[in-house]
């Protein structure tokens, strides 16, 4: 019997079960099940195994085989029998194996995601199929039937009993496909007594409800074999996700181990309830299940979450970005449409890609009026450490390479938050981070803030030669040292005030006249100063790094941000604006920016309009380009005459004395000329141009 070829073909209906297609073939045949099963080559030890085990096959079973010898049928058809449910099976083996390391619920979804060792029916399928058991509703979620939309079966009615738990017969003839296989109680003997109710006949029709026809329509293709792993695996990643928002909703996983006849009446409401909710993901039902929260310090993704899906992580973390703190919403990006759990970044590879401060152009973008320029781009620095990452804030503060304030970064946070753009600028933080994640950074931070601590950036001689070549004067120490400070910057791309205590003056105004440095520094000046970094660079092994840089991506909606586009507004205006303006402030007043873009500007495009080639300029404007309040207060202290100054710099006594007043310099004495006329060292004879500052600014300028 075992290489016969049976004259009677049955072709499996779609989506039948191994076990019903043997035992609906072994009826039309009249021969008991398992004898079916042994002729058509189907393993002895399978052929013994409960229906639940028959429907998942096993890998021994040929498919080619079986069909040969079922007169010919389908081998594809004959595979799908048992392939779309024992792919399942070991899908969600691995997926729960993956999640055991997870406490939450997800551990217990197996009783709600492993085939059942029984199997439900729809009476009105079973009517019309004659007797053909599909491997769906083996699935315990299976719960409706979408072409009836009528609950399924799962007791049989007379009895109680569950259907299709034993095995293949051995000593019958098949004939209970559609009627109940429960053995009833009666004297014992070779007959075979079962209830045999009818189970096409249902007692009542029980409605499903739509969003539960809507769930099981949306996983009909999940035992589909013509669906790729992928997709079934997507399916799958979708079930416990509908699972976990169902244990949010009601579902007691526990109360059907209690009482495991009522698992369909205990899975059916929460599970309409969450597929309802996350059919609608940006919803007020999704969002009052994401959020119903009662803790004080919410997490972004507390442990009752633990095992969703990214899609679901991205939708909960979503609707809580509200509820969270800032650092939580950089972390997980919550703000953001690719809002996702914690990955974890290398936090020294993001290190090498951050400059101290944020770099200027997004400082203007994105600071809020109420946070000082130089804070916001030290904070923002900072704050770009977090998104993605599991460091602690301690961890990060410690690594950190600049220096940092707690205080400050708590009040970064609050009043980021506070701005009305605030969900907009951490969002461009977190954008940020993503770019520099991907596409990297050309410059390596960390060896520029190492080489610039290293070697001496500008020495003297250095400084000389570049101002000979561009004809102006080299000045005083003070100024050798600002243009130190100024290529410090450019290539750390740190702000002054923190930069090594080597490069700076102990005196409080020093920071301040650098900053008028820099805005007044020409663009000659500036120019042969970029070379010189440049063969700085070049010498130090940074022959492949762009000298200054700073991220461009578009990913961002500038209408959002709390500042303007940078680079919108016309360089020539600024630079006549200062050049026109007394002080900065007011250059940055006329054109309706901050003193900070002022500055951008004059980095990225240095002026090169000469403050007294202006005959627009007033004489005070002229004079305070050549001089500022150092090298007067010099000129005084050697004792040059104010007379002497009104005459060298065309101005009058009172702009002069103006002048004095404003950088608080004390107005020499009446007499003091005469004294100092007995001294043929003075300024007034100056013999040695380096040892004159004025006579420096005479031979420069005039
Ligand atoms: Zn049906
Ligand atoms: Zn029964």
Same mark, same amino acid.
């Given at each position: 019997m075992t290489t016969t070829r049976f004259p009677i073909r049955l072709d499996p209906v779609r989506g039948e079960a191994f076990d019903s297609w043997i035992d609906a073939y072994a009826q039309r045949l009249l021969i008991p099940g398992r004898d079916l099963a042994a002729a058509l080559g189907v393993p002895e030890k399978l052929v013994r195994l409960r229906g639940c085990n028959v429907a998942k096959g096993?890998?021994?079973?040929d498919p080619e085989q079986i069909a040969r010898r079922a007169c010919g049928i389908d081998p594809a058809a004959v595979r799908d029998l048992w392939s779309g449910l024992s792919r399942y099976d070991r899908l969600i083996a691995e997926h729960l194996a993956r999640a055991a390391?997870?406490?939450?619920a997800v551990g217990w979804f197996a009783r709600v995601l492993r085939p059942m060792v029984s199997s439900r029916w729809c009476p009105s399928c079973l009517h019309e199929n004659g007797g053909r058991w599909l491997a769906?509703?083996?699935?315990?979620?299976?719960?409706?039937?979408?072409?009836?939309?009528t609950m399924l079966a799962s007791?049989?009615?007379?009895?109680g009993g569950t259907q299709?738990?034993?095995?293949?017969?051995?000593?019958?003839?098949?004939?209970?496909l559609t009627t109940c296989a429960c053995p009833t109680a009666?004297?014992?003997?070779?007959l075979d007594r079962?209830?045999?109710?009818?189970?096409?006949?249902?007692t009542t029709v029980a409605r499903a409800p739509a969003a539960l026809i809507a769930l099981q329509a949306e996983m009909a293709?999940?035992?589909?074999?013509?669906?790729?792993d992928e997709h079934a695996l997507k399916l799958i990643d979708r079930l416990v996700d509908l699972l976990i928002i169902a244990t949010r909703v009601g579902l007691d996983l526990r109360a059907i181990d209690r009482d495991r006849r009522n698992m369909q009446k205990i899975l059916t409401g929460p599970l309409a309830e969450a597929h309802a909710a996350l059919s609608h993901p940006t919803g007020s039902a999704m969002r009052a299940i994401a959020t119903n929260?009662?803790?004080?310090? *919410?997490?972004?993704?507390?442990?009752?979450?633990?095992?969703?899906?990214p899609e679901l992580a991205a939708i909960l973390l979503q609707h809580r970005d509200r509820l969270l703190s800032p650092t939580k919403r950089l972390r997980y990006h919550s703000?953001?449409?690719?809002?996702?759990?914690l990955e974890g970044i290398d936090l020294t590879t993001r290190l090498k890609t951050l400059?101290?401060?944020?770099w200027p152009d997004w400082s203007i973008r994105l600071? *809020?009026?109420?946070?000082a320029p130089d804070t916001f781009r030290i904070a923002a620095a900072i704050a770009?450490?977090?998104?993605?990452?599991?460091?602690?804030l301690q961890t990060i503060s410690d690594r950190w390479p600049g220096p940092r304030n707690r205080q400050r970064m708590v009040m970064f946070g609050r009043r980021v938050t506070a701005d009305p753009h605030g969900t907009a600028i951490l969002a461009a933080l977190c954008g940020l981070a993503d770019h520099l994640d991907t596409g990297?950074?050309?410059?390596n931070y960390e060896r520029r803030r190492a080489l610039a601590g290293e070697?001496?950036?500008?020495?003297r001689r250095a400084w000389r030669v570049i101002c000979r070549a561009d004809g102006v004067c080299a000045g005083l120490d003070r100024r050798h040292m600002h243009a130190r400070l100024w290529l410090w910057e450019t290539l750390t791309g740190g702000l002054p005030r923190q930069s *090594?205590?080597?490069?700076?003056?102990?005196?409080?105004?020093f920071l301040r006249d650098h900053a008028r440095f820099a805005l007044a520094l020409p663009a000659t000046t500036a120019r042969r100063l970029n070379e010189h970094a440049r063969q700085l660079l070049d010498a130090h092994?940074?022959?492949?790094?762009?000298?200054a840089w700073s991220p461009r991506f578009?990913?961002?909606?500038?209408?959002?941000?709390?500042?303007?586009?940078?680079?919108?507004?016309?360089p020539r205006a600024v630079h006549l604006a200062i050049a026109e303006s007394r002080t900065a402030r007011h250059a940055a007043d006329k054109l309706g920016i901050t003193i900070a873009h002022l500055h951008y500007i004059i980095r990225v495009h240095p002026s090169e309009i000469d403050a007294l080639t202006l005959?627009?300029?007033a004489p005070r404007v002229r004079f305070a380009a050549l001089l500022g309040a150092d090298k007067l207060t010099q000129l005084i202290d050697h004792g040059t005459s104010l007379r002497q100054i009104e005459a060298t710099y065309n101005i009058n006594r009172r702009t002069l004395h103006d002048e004095l007043v404003t950088h608080d310099i004390r107005v020499p004495p009446k007499n003091r000329r005469t004294r100092l006329?007995?001294?043929?060292?003075?300024?007034?004879?100056?013999?040695n141009p380096d040892q004159d500052p004025l006579a420096e600014e005479v031979s420069v300028h005039l």
């Open positions: 096993d890998p021994n079973l390391s997870c406490p939450g769906a509703w083996r699935l315990p979620w299976q719960l409706a039937c979408p072409t009836h939309q007791h049989c009615p007379a009895c299709r738990n034993a095995g293949l017969r051995a000593k019958y003839v098949p004939d209970l009666g004297p014992a003997g070779h079962r209830c045999r109710h009818d189970l096409t006949i249902a293709l999940i035992l589909d074999t013509a669906v790729t929260d009662p803790a004080r310090h *919410p997490g972004a993704l507390p442990q009752a979450w633990d095992g969703v899906s703000m953001t449409a690719t809002a996702r759990g400059p101290l401060a944020l600071r *809020p009026p109420t946070i770009l450490c977090l998104p993605g990452s599991t460091d602690a990297g950074a050309p410059i070697i001496e950036i500008l020495n *090594p205590q080597t490069l700076r003056l102990r005196t409080p105004e092994g940074c022959q492949r790094e762009p000298i578009t990913d961002i909606d500038p209408d959002q941000l709390p500042g303007p586009d940078p680079d919108a507004i016309a005959s627009t300029a006329r007995r001294n043929p060292r003075s300024t007034d004879c100056p013999t």
